[in-house]
C-alpha cells in the first residue's frame, strides 16, 4: 500500500468488482458498524466493500471512535476535521487506486458523523466527484478552511434520509442540505422517515435500489 491507512474491513465482490461501495460509521461506533450493510444494499456483490475506521478515540474514554469533536452540532472542531478528513481522504484515494477503481465507480455513504464525513469527501473543493452519496442523518458540515462545491458537480446524485424527529441531528439540516444541493443543480432523492436518530428499515429496500441504479451504470 502506497498510503497511510485506516484501520477498515473490505467485503469482497462476487467477482471483479464492477465498483466499490465505502460506509462511513456514526460517532461511537467503529468499523464493524456498518458492515452487515454492506449486503444490503448491494446483495449481488457486484462491488467490493469497504467500511473505515475512525482515526479518534471517543473524548473521556466514551468508547467507540468519531471522525471529529463536536463544540455544536452542525460545526465540526476544526482542527480534529481537518486532520481526519486529510486522512481519510488520502486513505480512500490511495485504496481506490490500488483496487484500480475510480472514483466515478464508487458510492459513498455514511451515518450521523460518518454522513458529514461523507459529504465533506463527496463535494470537498477539488475532490473527484463520487458516483453517488448515500446521506442518512447527518449534515453537510460547516468549518472555517473548508467549503462544499456542489456547483462543481451538478450531475452527482445525492439519496437523503433522515428521522423527522431525530433529536440529536435535527431534520433541518438535512433540509438544507436537501435545498443547497437542489439549488446546485444536483439530483437529490430526499426521505424523511417518522423516526428518530437512526436507519428506518423501511428505507432499507429503496436504498438498495438506488445503489443498484447507480452501479448498472458501472458495467462494461
Known amino acids: 500500500m502506497s498510503f497511510d491507512p485506516l484501520v ?3 467485503r469482497e465482490a462476487s467477482g471483479e468488482p464492477e465498483g466499490a461501495l465505502v460506509l462511513l460509521h456514526g460517532r461511537g461506533a467503529d468499523e ?5 450493510l454492506l449486503d444490503v444494499l448491494d446483495p449481488e456483490r457486484r462491488l467490493v466493500g469497504i467500511t473505515p475506521g475512525a482515526p479518534l478515540p471517543g473524548p473521556g474514554g466514551s468508547g467507540g471512535r468519531w471522525w471529529y469533536m463536536v463544540p455544536r ?6 482542527a480534529t476535521f481537518h486532520a481526519t478528513y486529510a486522512q481519510l481522504t488520502a486513505f480512500l484515494d490511495g485504496w481506490l487506486q490500488d ?13 450521523s458523523m460518518g454522513c458529514v ?12 466527484v463520487p458516483a453517488g452519496i448515500l446521506a442518512m442523518s447527518g449534515f453537510i458540515p460547516t468549518v472555517e478552511g473548508w467549503d462544499a462545491e456542489p456547483e462543481t458537480r451538478p450531475e452527482l446524485p445525492v439519496l437523503i434520509a433522515h428521522g423527522a424527529r431525530d433529536p440529536v441531528i435535527s431534520v433541518d439540516f438535512a433540509r438544507d442540505a436537501r435545498d443547497r444541493l437542489e439549488a446546485a443543480g444536483l439530483p437529490v432523492e430526499y426521505h424523511e422517515h417518522p423516526g428518530a436518530h437512526h436507519l428506518d428499515p423501511r428505507m432499507l429496500p429503496r436504498m438498495a435500489e438506488w445503489v443498484a441504479e447507480r452501479s448498472a451504470q458501472f458495467a462494461p
Do not use: K, Q
Not at 464493524?32 to 452487515?36: P, V, W
Not at 452540532?73 to 476544526?78: A, L, Q
Not at 461523507?118 to 475532490?127: I, M, Q, V
Open 73 to 78: 452540532v452542525g460545526y465540526p472542531d476544526p
Open 32 to 36: 464493524h458498524d456498518l458492515t452487515s
Open 99 to 111: 483496487r484500480a477503481i475510480p472514483w466515478e465507480r464508487t458510492i459513498l455513504g455514511g451515518f
Open 8 to 10: 477498515h474491513i473490505v
Open 117 to 128: 464525513m461523507s459529504y465533506a469527501t463527496g463535494l470537498g473543493p477539488r475532490r473527484p
